[in-house]
């Protein structure tokens, strides 16, 4: 990975709460020894040597040359493979100041321990069986997340319950799988015809699989969540709707064209979905460099969004706007809304949404509608339901329905069954490697690789 193999018999050490100053910052270390060679830095090593697994020990660890103490420490300890990763395990809560954490770095480098690689407990945890790889996805899915919608649906995964499935749609391939290679047994020189084959069986499998993929889309939404960019002429009020989105004074609000001249980006969740909202520069001609350098980013945003909110100014005849911004108009990723209806302003444009965004009337309905629209008629998911968010669990499960489709069409046609067979065990395989029973290493490197956890 990156040059680096993932090796699973040295002592790796990594910071597990937010790199930055706190009252506590915890080290995690793993790896077979790691409790022995901590002795040799504590100021109290008979304790560490005679104390049991999830126990916590209570010292300092001391400079290795002077012995003078670096920091008072509390160790979390996990013996005999009972630790996240299935190896033996130690946790420093130690103070939160990084020059001191980067002081214990230093140490337990002297120890022989390395800085682990970006996933790597994770990885070792999957390696030692502690974890399924739809669980060690649902950790990264965790410590990614960004709504509390989305947090408790990658929960779900962690529990378990998407393995569970996708075993479950496993077993019935299985058994459609037995059924052929019993006829194949017993009949070889009739392998030909399509008596037996077990359609019910596969077709029901395929229509869970087909379940679980409809849940994608809804699942991405609200585990990496939308790009919504407001767009429209300078002085729109562009910028005083992205601060009622955000509830906040983010944005610089001024009766001067051309104020916001880059864009500015910020987060929120609308209805349990993470959205990222950009403010951008209002196009226009100009002749000023900083402000095509603005406007250009402004197109390029637009061509990125999940959703464009065009604004256009209402006591404007805005017929500039319904030029320039023509093509947006009939995008189907945007929402016209007309801006400042408390003032006198000419008809609002059909389909357009009304709205003040000065005083906030009309923004109920256009928040309704910007959630419809993200969420493209799937339903709010329960925090209880399984839900799939990766790219990779998605192709996987493309990859076996293809196959059991395919399977169903061979029998159909009568083709030998042991030609029908491949494709079941292509199904097979398209399913273990979802839950990491046969995944290469490529995927297992893609996986693993994608963890930012630490510094
Ligand atoms: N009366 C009224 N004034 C508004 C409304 N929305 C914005 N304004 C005013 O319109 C002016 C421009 O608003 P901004 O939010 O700065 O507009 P903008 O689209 O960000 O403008 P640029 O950054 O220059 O592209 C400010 O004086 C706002 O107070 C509204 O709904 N009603
Ligand atoms: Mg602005």
Sequence with gaps: ????????????????????????????????????????????????????????????????????????????????????????????????????????????????????????????????????????????????????????????????????????????????????????????????????????????????????????????????????????????????????????????VSDVHGTTRDFIESKTVLDGIPVRIYDTAGLRDSDDMVEMEGIRRTRRLIDDADLILLLLDGTEHDSESAVRYGNLMDDTRCIVVWNKTDLATNPPLEGSFPLSAKRGEGFARLRDEMVSRLRKDARRPGVQDVVIESARQRDELIRAKSALTEAVLLANQEVPLDIVAVELGEALEALGSLTGEVASSDILEKIFSGFCVGK
Excluded at 25 to 39: D, F
Excluded at 104 to 131: C, D, V, Y
Excluded at 153 to 178: N, P
Aim: charged share 20%; aromatic share 8%; hydrophobic share 40%.
């Design 1 to 252: 990975m990156n040059g680096y193999s993932y090796d699973t018999k040295d002592m790796i050490y990594a910071l597990a709460t937010p790199w930055g100053t706190s009252a506590i910052a915890v080290i995690r270390i793993s790896g077979a020894g790691c409790i022995e060679a901590l002795k040799e830095v504590f100021s109290r090593p008979e304790a560490l040597a005679k104390c049991s697994s999830h126990t916590l020990v209570h010292g300092q660890l001391l400079n290795r040359q002077t012995s003078t103490p670096i920091d008072e420490v509390l160790l979390s300890i996990f013996k005999d493979g009972r630790g996240f990763t299935g190896e033996e395990s130690v946790e420093i809560s130690c103070h939160g100041s990084m020059a001191g954490v980067e002081s214990i770095f230093k140490l337990l480098t002297s120890l022989h321990m390395r800085s682990a690689a970006p996933g790597e407990f994770t990885f070792r945890a999957f390696m030692h069986g502690k974890m399924d790889l739809t669980r060690a996805e649902a950790v990264m899915e965790i410590v990614s997340s960004q709504s509390e919608l989305g947090h408790s649906l990658a929960l779900e995964r962690l529990e378990g319950h998407l393995f569970t499935l996708i075993e479950e749609i496993k077993q019935l391939v299985l058994h459609a799988m037995s059924v052929i290679e019993v006829q194949l047994d017993y009949a070889e020189d009739e392998i030909s015809g399509n008596v037996d084959f077990p359609f019910d069986t596969v077709e029901r499998a395929r229509g869970r699989i087909e379940t679980l993929l409809a849940t994608y889309a809804v699942g991405k939404l609200y585990g990496e969540g939308a790009k919504v960019v407001l767009a429209g002429s300078t002085n729109a009020g562009k910028s005083t709707l992205f601060n009622l989105l955000l509830r906040e004074d983010r944005s610089i």
